[in-house]
């Protein structure tokens, strides 16, 4: 029997491989670039990277945080996508896998997959996929018929999109095509009540968050600020916290 250290560890040392992964769709997916061809190259200089150079985290520090070639900073992007995706895919593993419920792991690790990109692809270029969000609605839904809560996954994701459907329609723009799907995708993966906690927390914090730019000067109330990032938090916090949280909630 291998340690109870052990698994954990592969699963962190996985995930930030998919940050890695991660990075590469974070920086070309919304340039429509071949997320294959070419290979890994510094943005500056352009020179390839090697893999010794390519390796998540070590490689990061082992240079300083520096193209190796022409010296130029490393974006703290980079680093900070493979350690999340690492955490957050051990987190999962701590929570579900060690007790066996397979597919709530298998559910978990999928939807933190999802919602990384999401994640920095909004907060770098206020765009949500649809090449992410589409097979994110069926894989959510997928799973939900292999546990047996299909109807529920279902209903919720399409109240989900019709909600944010109708505030995108009526804000004229404040809410994006993309967040619509979003919602949609979470609604099939969290399910009632999961998906409604992790929606009002995407709002409280969305809000809290858009106050504080304001507030610091970074922004104005005219400038648009990105909601996927808030609503993949929202879910991430839910997955984990929504019982507990409305536990909390009805005993006021």
Do not use: Q
């Amino acid at each position: 029997m291998p340690p109870a250290w052990f698994p954990p560890l592969i699963i962190f040392v996985s995930g930030t491989v998919f940050g890695s992964f991660f990075n590469v769709v974070i920086h070309r997916l919304p340039r429509g670039e071949s997320l294959v061809l070419p290979g890994s190259h510094c943005p500056h200089c352009g020179r390839a990277i090697r893999w010794w150079d390519n390796i998540p985290l070590v490689s990061f520090l082992l240079l300083g945080g520096r193209c190796r070639y022409c010296r130029r900073p490393i974006s703290w992007r980079y680093p900070a996508v493979e350690l999340v995706t690492g955490l957050l895919l051990t987190a999962a593993w701590l929570r579900f896998g060690p007790s066996g419920e397979w597919l709530a792991w298998l559910t978990a690790s999928l939807l933190t997959l999802l919602l990384v990109p999401i994640f920095f692809i909004d907060l770098e270029h206020r765009l949500v996929p649809n090449v992410i969000t589409y097979p994110g609605i069926v894989a959510g839904l997928l799973l939900a018929a292999a546990g047996g809560r299909l109807v529920n996954a279902a209903i919720v994701a399409a109240g989900a999109g019709l909600v944010f459907l109708a505030i995108a329609l009526l804000s004229r723009g404040g809410m994006g095509g993309g967040d619509v799907k979003l919602a949609a995708m979470l609604g099939a993966f969290l399910g009632w009540p999961d998906a409604a906690v992790g929606i009002l927390l995407a709002f409280i914090g969305g809000a809290a968050v858009g106050v504080a730019l304001i507030v610091a000067g970074l922004r104005t109330r005219k400038d648009p600020i990105p909601f996927g990032p808030a609503l993949a938090t929202g879910a991430l916090i839910a997955l984990y916290a929504a019982d507990p949280l409305i536990r909390w909630y009805v005993g006021l």
